[in-house]
């Protein structure tokens, strides 16, 4: 499986971006999908996340601010950015997790992919 993702980018503050992130390969089905972040010298942090159910998680720093979404059918999750900050500055990396089958039994195994990253820089 392989994670594709588009958007980010230069913005001011308090503007909008929008990034996607669409799956694709072989897989049995996409559970979670979501948005992670990392800025230099530090941990890579949970943004958003949205379960195959629809159910989202924010990071308490972006409530009200970011909304996640999926497309099910196009296997892609996508992430509203409004009102930003100089401090959502960061390279964002999309997350997905999904099951395999493994053999003609039909028996499963979950893993995880990671996107390349996109940069997005909010200017104060």
């Known amino acids: 499986v392989q994670l594709v993702e588009s958007g980010g980018g230069l913005v001011q503050a308090g503007g909008s971006l929008s990034l996607s992130c669409a799956a694709s390969g072989s897989f049995y089905r996409i559970n979670a999908m979501g948005w992670y972040r990392q800025t230099p010298g530090n941990q890579r942090e949970m943004v958003a996340v949205i379960t195959s159910g629809g159910s989202a998680d924010y990071a308490d720093s972006v409530k009200g601010r970011f909304t996640i979404s999926r497309d099910y059918a196009k296997n892609t999750a996508y992430l509203q950015m409004n009102s930003l900050k100089a401090e959502d500055t960061a390279v964002y990396y999309c997350?997905?997790?999904?099951?395999?089958?493994?053999?003609?039994?039909?028996?499963?195994?979950?893993?995880?992919?990671w996107g390349q990253g996109t940069l997005v820089t909010v200017s104060s």
């Open positions: 997350y997905a997790s999904y099951t395999v089958v493994v053999n003609v039994e039909g028996a499963r195994r979950d893993l995880e992919v």
